[in-house]
């Protein structure tokens, strides 16, 4: 259905130029690993955890140091399970000490594409409520090795579901821990 023509770059994404047979038109995608994101709950103190950070496709007008609310996310650059891999980013990114165990998979484990018309990467969502003898002290993580500073941010249950978000993943968890809430008994009638 279509043809791969050239590749421009290539590094951590790989930008390449395809064709459909007979067609004068190109388009440009953009090769990249697939990933996971996920949302870190503590029901014991009604709040959520996210990590703020500076990216670099975030800077606008509007936001001159690119930061961004987001949720604790990774590439798979290495070869793990989404669980596996979850589980690693929270405790490098927001200092979180979780277990596979703890890992909820969203939609299946099945991958979702956050960006089909120009991107390859394919995301699964996780979830896993966190207690706060799990967490490490300090706000501030990262890799200094992949120059990653990332700020935990903890946001209250009612604000997070409220919004409004930047990231498409954040919207999406927010309406995913939202119907966990409405399952439970006390919102039930039980």
């Known amino acids: ?17 395809w064709q ?3 067609s004068k038109h190109t388009m440009l995608v953009v090769r990249t ?13 009604d709040r959520v955890c996210l990590v703020r950070q500076n990216r670099a496709p975030m800077v606008r007008d509007d936001n001159t140091e690119g930061l961004i609310v987001e949720l604790i996310a990774g590439r798979f650059d290495r070869v793990v399970g989404a669980k596996a891999l979850f589980v690693a980013e929270a405790k490098e990114e927001a200092g979180a000490n979780i ?3 703890d890992v909820t998979l ?5 991958p979702l594409a956050p960006s089909p018309g120009v991107l390859t990467e394919r995301c699964i969502l996780a979830f896993a409520e966190i207690r706060e003898d799990q967490l490490d002290p300090g706000e501030t993580f990262g890799v200094a090795a992949e120059n990653e500073r ?15 978000h930047d990231d498409l993943r954040v919207y999406a968890l927010a309406r995913e821990l939202e119907c966990r809430l409405l399952r439970r008994p006390q919102h039930l009638g039980r």
Not at 1 to 17: K, Q, V, Y
Not at 33 to 45: E, I, M, Q, R
Not at 150 to 164: A, D, K, Y
């Open 1 to 17: 259905m279509f043809n791969l023509i050239d590749t421009d770059f290539s590094g951590f994404l790989r930008l390449e130029r």
């Open 150 to 164: 990332t700020h935990r941010v903890w946001m209250s249950t009612q604000e997070f579901l409220i919004g409004p």
């Open 106 to 110: 969203l939609n299946e484990g099945r």
């Open 20 to 22: 459909k047979p007979g």
């Open 99 to 101: 277990m596979e165990a």
């Open 33 to 45: 690993t697939d990933s996971v994101s996920g949302l870190l709950y503590d029901p014991a103190n």
